[in-house]
């Protein structure tokens, strides 16, 4: 199991966008065992907030600059992930995520991250024909695997394939974090299979799923994100994005999030919830 404390085997996947610090904050504290901050470029010069204490994810195509993010961050990280699964249209302009197929690259990266830190070192991966020397990599520098067990496309027509996933658990002494459709209904069926789950899509908007799944007595709304991203003083653009997240389930939501679209000021934001 992973060397760090956790209150749960439940996580908030890494989402780009999506996971900034005030949504993760209400997933941990929902339930969330460890909350995965988006894909983290070393070589950005971006502002990056992990007072929460996240798994940061690590989104590249070489060494350069590794051990210097590491370090800089290092405090501040639960663990560090190397994405090495994401099928985005930006992954595969830079050679990045799934599309990093030199393995020979793959290794030096994961070698600097390994010098820079003592604390726990995992990769995310994806279904693939390099699967077997991707989790031979994963014993020789990481802490755990992670999962996602779809073809490189990003398709979520086709269901993830758990088989896979369970094949790739039998293979290895590396503990296994699955991700792929996890949500409320299976998701305690999953942790029976594997050590850890990673719930991304069914958690946007809804931190709440962390709560039903853990038991706790907890039920966050955005006016708790919108306290929180003012706090942190994340930009309108972002809250706006979010309280489009947040109208998920609720009645009239196309509606609502046709008015989110067109607000000019946060007070409006506010109004529609």
Sequence with gaps: MLSIKLKSRIFLAPMHKVNDIAFRILCK????????????????KQKIQLNDKPAVQIFTSSEQRVREFIKKYEKKASLFDLNLGCPSYRASKHQMGFFLQ?????EKI???MKKATQKPI???????????????LAEKYCSAIAIHPRQGKKDYSYQADVDFALRIKRRTRLPVIYSGDVNEDNAKKLLEKFDYVMIGRAAIGNPNIFSKLTGKRINFNFKDYYNLAKKYKLDFEQIKFQAMNFTKGMKNASKIRQLISKAKIEKELISFF
């Design 29 to 44: 504290k929902a339930g969330a065992g460890l909350v995965y901050t988006g894909m983290l470029n070393p070589l950005s």
């Design 102 to 106: 030199d393995l020979k690259v793959v």
């Design 110 to 112: 994961l070698k600097a």
């Design 122 to 136: 995992t990769i995310k991966i994806r279904k693939s024909n390099q699967i077997k020397k991707l989790v031979k």
